[in-house]
């Protein structure tokens, strides 16, 4: 038999469900029935490629009553198709500045407009020619106005990294959004979807009643391939491929249902004749991450044992990102583990959703951290080979020699050569980049643990230290050991100095246990 053709890049609901192309579509119409049948006014983050365009056209199509769409689909026989309402769809490209801003805005408005046979009177002014269209609309079809909104942060996170634009474009959006509230009597329902939640006090100022599904159980699986998904409609593509590997490299994004893939990566690991590589990060480097790690000079340990507030994780200001928001909203960060303290606050454990990520995401840093790109391979090599043979006085050179290989001109205008976490991040940054187990500041009865690393049967304690503070000391006196005594495996106490003249590793001491 056959098989059907892969939806990869599509994201149009009438192209995938044509039954000439035959592709494969998973069904997220039973989610999209609950939502439809139980709110009006929603807001959906997901990280990019996720899948939240293809949802936003199924909506568009369920909402047109286009029913021969839907036939085999859990909808099909559930939906009222005789009821057609007018849909006003924006989309978001790439904006640099508020004048492409306001004009993409106004080239949607008409587009719009000629689909749905209306003309703005006052179309210079995006907003009032939104709320005309809406109006208009209402009285035309005689239904209530669906509006969906997609990417609608986009043009703030195209210019993050410069700020007085991306307030601009804020602004112009906080105006269009209004709209959308000023004209509740003729609105049938309305959906945003982007990769971040800004504050309600930044762009939703008029959209106090928006309803944020992002963190919501029930929709926890509106985007993305679970795992039953992979076993079922993909497994006739996955011949031969190692379940596990594939669950361990693409599997692990957590909205508070199923862990999920995310649709582009499985899509394109079949395409390209099932090769693990990095496919959806690929996609989109995340510069302005790196410049967040320049500006607050991140510890970047803390990754490996982060655990935030709902607040933290509900919105951001443009003015004041933070950086574990921002991995987290970005896709870079996942929640592990829900967690109720005992006064009843919620907090999350996030953590880093897989091997593509992990691997990724620190290749870039590090790119960054250590101006290396060309000799990072060999000496994640060395690293690696060091630690699994527990070569200590191997793992002491290449430290040392990839530290005298950074630029200068990294340490010039900056505080860095005396920032111990500096030092630390790169050496944690070289570690997660190898994919190995990290518990970062773990907790004993006697302190925290800088850094610790478990392979199969060694375990590394780490201590970092500036000066001649003496790290080793440290380890035994805290008695760091004692927690891992009963794993059974070899401990070696590793403590390291940092010289901020020489820039470099001053002293490494190691024992082992």
């Given at each position: 038999m056959k098989l059907q053709k892969l939806?990869?890049?599509?994201?149009?609901?009438?192209?995938?469900?044509?039954?000439?192309?035959?592709?494969l579509y998973i069904d997220k119409t039973d989610i999209a029935y609950e939502l439809l049948?139980?709110?009006?006014y929603i807001f959906l983050s997901r990280p990019r490629r996720f899948g939240k365009s293809l949802f936003m056209d199924t909506l568009q199509e369920i909402f047109q009553g286009n029913k021969e769409l839907f036939e085999g689909l859990y909808i099909y026989d559930k939906w009222d198709?005789?009821?057609k309402y007018p849909v006003i769809k924006i989309v978001f490209g790439k904006i640099l500045n508020s004048r492409q801003l306001e004009t993409s805005i106004i080239d949607s408005l008409e587009v719009n407009g000629e689909r749905l046979g209306l003309e703005c009177k006052n179309i210079e002014d995006y907003a009032i020619c939104f709320k005309e269209l809406i109006r208009k609309s209402y009285e035309k079809y005689n239904q209530k106005v669906v509006i969906l909104i997609d990417e609608y942060d986009k043009p703030i996170l195209d210019t993050i990294d410069k700020i007085e634009v991306a307030k601009e474009n804020r602004d112009i959006l906080s105006r269009l959004y209004t709209e959308i509230k000023n004209a509740d009597e003729y609105v049938k329902f309305t959906m945003l979807t982007g990769v971040s939640k800004f504050s309600r006090a930044s762009i939703f100022s008029g959209l106090n009643m928006l309803e944020d599904i992002s963190l919501d159980p029930k929709y926890g699986n509106i985007c993305g391939y679970t795992q039953e998904n992979i076993e079922n409609e993909f497994l006739p593509y996955l011949e031969g491929v190692d379940?596990?590997?594939?669950k361990l490299w693409y599997n692990g994004y957590n909205f508070l249902k199923d862990d999920v893939y995310n649709p582009f990566d499985i899509l394109f690991f079949i395409k390209n004749h099932k090769v693990f590589d990095n496919y959806w990060f690929e996609t989109g480097t995340p510069s302005f991450l790196i410049k967040l790690i320049e500006k607050n000079n991140?510890?970047?340990?803390?990754?490996?044992?982060?655990?935030?507030?709902?607040?933290?994780?509900n919105s951001f200001d443009i003015e004041n990102l933070d950086f574990e928001v921002v991995l987290y909203q970005a896709g870079y960060l996942t929640i592990d583990k829900v967690i109720t303290t005992r006064r009843g606050q919620i907090e999350y454990k996030l953590k880093l959703p897989n091997e593509e990520v992990r691997a990724s995401l620190f290749?870039?840093?590090?790119?960054?951290?250590?101006?290396?790109?060309?000799?990072?391979?060999?000496?994640?090599?060395?690293?690696?080979?060091?630690?699994?043979?527990?070569?200590?006085?191997d793992l002491e050179l290449s430290l040392k020699t990839m530290f005298s290989l950074i630029p200068y001109n990294n340490f010039t205008n900056n505080n860095l050569p005396h920032f111990e976490g500096y030092y630390a991040s790169v050496i944690y940054a070289y570690f997660q980049s190898l994919?190995?187990?990290?518990?970062?500041?773990?907790?004993?009865?006697?302190?925290?643990?800088?850094?610790?690393?478990?392979?199969?049967?060694?375990?590394y304690i780490l201590?970092?230290?500036?000066?001649?503070?003496?790290?080793?000391?440290?380890?035994?006196?805290?008695?760091?050991?004692?927690?891992?005594?009963?794993?059974k495996k070899d401990i070696y106490l590793v403590g390291i100095n940092f010289d901020e003249n020489k820039r470099n590793v001053s002293k490494f001491e190691w024992e082992k246990v």
């Open positions: 939806p990869i890049g599509i994201q149009t609901f009438s192209e995938i469900r044509d039954k000439k192309e035959n592709y049948d139980d709110s009006k198709w005789e009821v379940l596990k590997q594939l991140y510890f970047l340990p803390k990754l490996s044992n982060l655990t935030v507030g709902k607040k933290l994780l290749d870039v840093i590090l790119d960054f951290m250590t101006s290396q790109p060309v000799e990072k391979a060999k000496y994640q090599n060395d690293i690696y080979d060091a630690l699994m043979d527990a070569q200590l006085n994919g190995l187990d990290i518990i970062a500041e773990g907790v004993t009865s006697f302190g925290r643990i800088d850094l610790t690393i478990k392979l199969e049967n060694i375990i201590e970092f230290k500036m000066g001649n503070a003496n790290a080793l000391e440290q380890i035994k006196q805290n008695k760091y050991a004692d927690k891992y005594l009963n794993d």
